[in-house]
Nanobody, 130 residues
Framework: EVQLVESGGGLVQAGGSLRLSCAAS????????VGWFRQAPGKEREGVSC????????YYADSVKGRFTISSDNAKNTVYLQMNNLKPEDTAVYYC???????????????????????WGQGTQVTVSS
């Protein structure tokens, strides 16, 4: 069974850090693009960052650029999202998603669109207090 499991969420004060993990089971991340998304109450799910296995390319939403870093560990079949200098507006449920590289748009800026991803995790809550 294909599964994505997120972990690492929690409650942190503004300015603090968290590292989210996305572990895959039932498949490997080889030749996949993995994305991190978030959804705050009453808002649409939005893309945060993504990483492509084929070339290691990464992309970030403007709102997190310079604060968040996405990385992968193929040996552990896990993708991470290091989140530094967290802000209250980062509060959301964070989801990881995956899709085969060949199905993703060539323009990586479009890889933060929800519609491109076929596999999703259940999410992990991140709450940033002011």
């Amino acid at each position: 069974e294909v599964q994505l499991v997120e972990s690492g969420g929690g409650l942190v004060q503004a300015g603090g850090s968290l590292r989210l993990s996305c572990a895959a089971s039932g498949f490997t991340f080889d030749d996949y693009t993995v994305g991190w998304f978030r959804q705050a109450p009453g808002k649409e799910r939005e893309g945060v960052s993504c990483i492509s296995d084929s070339d290691g390319g990464t992309y970030y939403a403007d709102s997190v650029k310079g604060r968040f870093t996405i990385s992968s560990d193929n040996a552990k079949n896990t993708v991470y999202l290091q989140m530094n200098n967290l802000k209250p507006e980062d509060t959301a449920v964070y989801y990881c998603a995956a899709e085969k590289d060949y199905r993703m748009p060539a323009d990586m800026s479009k890889n933060l669109e929800v519609r491109h991803y076929g596999y999703w995790g259940q999410g992990t809550q991140v709450t940033v207090s002011s």
